[in-house]
């Protein structure tokens, strides 16, 4: 984190949830009297295709756009957006990888491929990259559009201000205009947490 | 409801620079808001309209909306007239006179540019509409600045009885952003129009004597723009390169280049010459960093003085830190190493139409039809340009697709000799501007069998409602254009106007055949929603069965997102002959229900399997 600014980029494909995830992490950064910016980089994001947004926060932000090679943490909804888009991370960044594979249908058509094991490609960076199937918790928790909040479950000890922040934002977010499910976010979260503890996939040692 | 529509005065929100110029339309008292929805600027009267006190719709096309939000200045209101940066294109004819003959109520156009073409057809620098129409323009460089701005804008309006231009672009609009509040509505006066005719009847006698009046408030807003505040110096200590931006690039420059000393224009047109003078004098070179053409460095060029831009930088795109940051050092002669961004090698994941969109039935005819020319417009349909369909041949602008297709009709060339010409196009597109080449079509006497794709929403921009839907921007129950009745009016013979569901395939396949070897023009009008729409009914979803697929591939022509391939198998036929089958899965999350797959089956095996009670788990744990 240079500048004191934390650079967050969160990827995924449209209708996914990354940008109400990113916009989650932004309220909570202003909460935490921040300044913050953030921004999509988002082609015609409602219709499958690539999005990646970036939240950048700090004393003063001035552009919305976090530089190639500067993200601090990465947060991949899908295996192959994460790959595609580890390049923009530090070397010294934390990648969290919901294992998650979905195939465009220029793939399903065989004109292109899908790399057979994304994972695996992300660990042979050799940067820290933490890897879980949100879809199975949230399929546990019973409602599938939960991978948001468990992804910000997984990212939360990696922030700058304490999860336990972002976690009461996101539940009272839920609380005012969602209240019957207040509860279960409250839940995913806390699961999210604790895959997000789970071993990285590879670590690099020379940092 | 939005929450910022009653937030006081004096609080903290992040907003996006279109919520910020609604917050700041409603606070500087405007009284009418009209727009037609494009990217990056709709969710400007999205906004507008969560307000009280603000007559808000959407209008048909840009130049209507321009020419309600005049109307609206005249009676002595402050208006607002919300566009795209192609809106502007269409809008121009009103306000280049308009311009001329001033304004009453202060007029605010807020054009959004697409710079690097997130979603548009091109990429336009509006700018160029403040020289070309002497309109002063104002450019923000974040959300902060969009609700300062917009408020500055409308006391300069009625300063100097000029329409003036709020210049935006994507990287303004869809940032959010820090916004701290800095009052609430201030009602104003509005006198009531005041009748005129020299004013306000264009003749050319009455216009002449515009035209001085208009070259002397050309001065007047060149001392306002000398003397104003918002183009202000940000002091730095590097001297060796002194940057003047406009919009959001001083945001890039000051991230990339803390220490250098920069010239931030907020009132960019007409530019501060003696103040730009003035830097110049204080710093080694001279940079302008400016999206996207190089009009201020042209002017300063002009104005005597020596400085760079375009000849360092794109001329096209965003100029973000890691597009400045080489340009910058090669001029420095300092090394650079280039960090990537992303893998440029993985597949892509182009932009598809919904599972159950109803354009996958006509784009699924017009795919099996052969000899056609397929002249089509812009809206999600474009997208039957691409995979797997391949069934759209042109797309320029707005409504251009049934007057190029007579055009094309007219004018065919040998290979044309036996095509037959179709023209694809949307409700809203239709509405906006594409009537009028029907009328013309039919009245010229030519032969264009239109597709009227009537999805009962502007389908492309996020579903918002037009006359065709039956509803307004307040979601309100609105007259209903008819779309038949409308063709009829305009000339079409009645036997020529066929009204189709979508969704079934064999109909639709048939009557495309059928009116295309018409010696005359008609009109094909579809009838079912868009799927992402509340119109839309979502039914249970269909699923294949496995062993009865015979791996014939039908229907992953149809290109619904729902329907993928499972497996693939090669074959070899008794005559030797190896053939690839295509099996087909339907993911059950996505499939809505829609049926239309199911009529490419012939073994029948897309089913839609009996309901299982699914225990709801949601809170399981509570
Ligand atoms: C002059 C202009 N204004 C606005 C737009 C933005 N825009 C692109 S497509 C579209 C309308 C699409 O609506 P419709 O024709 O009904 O097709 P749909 O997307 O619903 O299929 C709009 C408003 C534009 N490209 N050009
Ligand atoms: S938004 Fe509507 S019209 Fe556009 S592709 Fe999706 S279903 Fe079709
Ligand atoms: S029924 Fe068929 S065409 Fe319709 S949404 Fe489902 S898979 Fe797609
Ligand atoms: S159309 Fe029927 S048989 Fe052919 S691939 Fe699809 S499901 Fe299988």
Redesign the interface.
């Given at each position: 984190m240079r500048d004191g600014i934390t650079n967050i980029l969160v990827v995924g494909i449209g209708g996914q949830g990354v940008m109400t995830a990113a916009e989650m992490l932004a309220r909570t950064a202003i909460s935490q009297g921040y300044d913050v910016k953030k921004t999509e980089v988002a082609g015609m994001a409602q219709r499958g295709g690539v999005v990646s947004s970036h939240v950048r926060f700090g004393p003063k932000v001035y552009s919305p756009q976090i530089d190639a090679g500067e993200a601090d943490l990465l947060i991949g909804f899908e295996a192959a957006e994460a790959l595609r888009w580890l390049p923009h991370l530090r070397p010294t960044g934390v990648a969290m990888v919901n294992t998650l594979r979905i195939a465009p249908p220029v793939v399903s058509a065989g004109l292109y491929a899908y790399p057979a094991d994304p994972i695996g490609e992300l660990a042979a960076t050799g940067i820290e990259v933490h890897a879980f199937d949100a879809g199975a918790i949230a399929e546990e928790l019973g409602n599938t559009k939960l991978v948001n909040t468990i992804m910000l479950g997984a990212i939360s000890d990696h922030l700058p201000f304490p999860a336990e922040v972002l976690k009461a934002n996101i539940v009272e977010g839920f609380r005012a205009y969602k209240p019957k499910l207040a509860e279960v976010n409250a839940q995913a979260f806390d699961a999210g947490r604790e895959a997000g503890h789970v071993k990285a996939v590879s670590r690099q040692l020379t940092a | 409801m939005n929450a910022v529509v009653h937030a006081k005065a004096e609080s903290?929100h992040?907003l996006s620079g279109n919520e910020a110029v609604a917050r700041a339309a409603w606070e500087a008292g405007v009284r009418v808001a009209a727009a037609y929805p494009g990217t990056p600027a709709t969710e400007i009267l999205e906004n507008i309209a969560l307000y009280p006190n603000i007559y808000s719709e959407w209008s048909v096309n840009e130049k209507v909306a321009v020419e309600v939000a005049i109307g609206a200045s005249l009676a002595g209101s402050r208006a607002l007239a919300a566009m795209k940066h192609v809106g502007m294109n269409v809008a121009s004819d009103a306000f280049m006179t308009q311009s001329l003959a001033g304004v009453v109520g202060g007029l605010v156009i807020v054009v959004a540019d697409d710079v690097g073409l997130?979603?548009s057809q091109n990429e336009q620098d509006s700018r160029y509409w403040g020289r070309f129409g002497h309109m002063p323009i104002l450019e923000p460089a974040?959300s902060q600045e969009a609700y300062d701005l917009v408020k500055r804008a409308f006391d300069l309006s009625e300063a100097h009885e000029t329409p003036v231009i709020v210049r935006m672009t994507t990287?303004v609009c869809?940032?959010?952003?820090?916004v701290v509040l800095e009052s609430e509505r201030l009602e104003r006066p509005t006198p009531g129009f005041q009748k005129n005719p020299q004013r306000w009847v264009m003749t050319p006698a009455n216009a002449k004597p515009r035209l001085p009046i208009m070259h002397e408030r050309d001065r007047a807003l060149r001392d306002a723009s000398e003397a104003s505040d918002l183009n202000v110096v940000s002091a730095g200590g590097d001297r060796r390169i002194g940057f003047i931006t406009s919009g959001p690039t001083?945001?890039?420059v000051?991230?990339?280049f803390p220490d250098a000393p920069v010239l931030k224009l907020g009132f960019s047109h007409p530019a501060p010459l003696d103040k730009i003078r003035a830097f110049a004098s204080q710093v080694d070179t001279l940079v302008v960093v400016e999206e996207t053409e190089p009009l201020l460095e042209t002017e300063i060029r002009a104005a005597g003085l020596e400085v760079h831009g375009k000849t360092i930088l794109p001329r096209f795109g965003e100029l973000?830190?890691?597009v400045l940051?080489p340009a910058i050092k090669a001029l420095l002669g300092e090394a650079h190493e280039?960090?990537?961004?992303?893998?440029a090698d993985?597949?892509?994941?182009?932009?598809?139409?919904?599972a159950s969109c109803p354009h996958l039935g006509p784009y699924f005819a017009l795919s099996h039809i052969r000899n056609l020319n397929i002249i089509g417009d812009i809206g999600?349909y474009t997208?039957g340009a691409g995979?797997?369909w391949n069934a759209l041949d042109t797309c320029i602008s707005m409504g251009a697709s049934l007057s190029m297709a007579h055009g094309m009709d007219k004018g065919r060339g040998d290979s044309d000799e036996k095509k037959s010409i179709v023209a694809v196009i949307g409700d809203s597109t239709f509405l906006h501007m594409g009537m009028q080449g029907l009328l013309n079509m039919i009245y010229n006497r030519g032969n264009v069998t239109v597709l009227l794709l009537d999805n009962r929403s502007v389908g492309?921009t996020?579903g918002q409602e037009n006359p065709g839907t039956g509803q307004d921007l307040h979601g309100l129950p609105a007259p209903r254009v008819d779309f038949a009745k409308l063709a009829e009016a305009l000339g079409v013979r009645p036997e020529r106007i066929r009204m189709v569901d979508p969704y079934e395939l064999p109909t639709m396949v048939k009557l495309v055949r059928e009116e295309t070897k018409m010696e005359e023009p008609s009109v094909i009008i579809t009838n079912r929603p868009c799927s992402?729409t509340d119109r839309f009914e979502r039914l249970r979803a269909y699923t294949v069965l496995d062993d009865q697929c015979t791996g014939c591939g039908n229907c992953?022509d149809l290109?619904c997102?729902a329907i993928?391939?499972a497996r693939?198998e090669t074959v070899t036929a008794k005559s030797g002959k190896t053939k690839e089958l295509v099996f087909a899965q339907i993911d059950p999350?996505t499939c809505t229900g829609c049926h239309m797959c199911v009529e490419t089956c012939a073994p029948d095996a897309i089913v839609q399997p009996e309901p299982q009670n699914r225990v709801?788990?949601?809170?399981?744990?509570?």
């Open positions: - | 903290r992040l997130s979603s974040d990287r869809h940032v959010k952003a820090m001083f945001m890039h000051r991230e990339t973000a830190p890691s940051r280039a960090a990537s961004r992303s893998r993985l597949f892509p994941r182009p932009p598809t139409m919904c999600c997208l995979h797997p492309m996020g992402l992953i290109g997102p993928s391939v693939r999350n709801i788990r949601i809170h399981a744990h509570a």
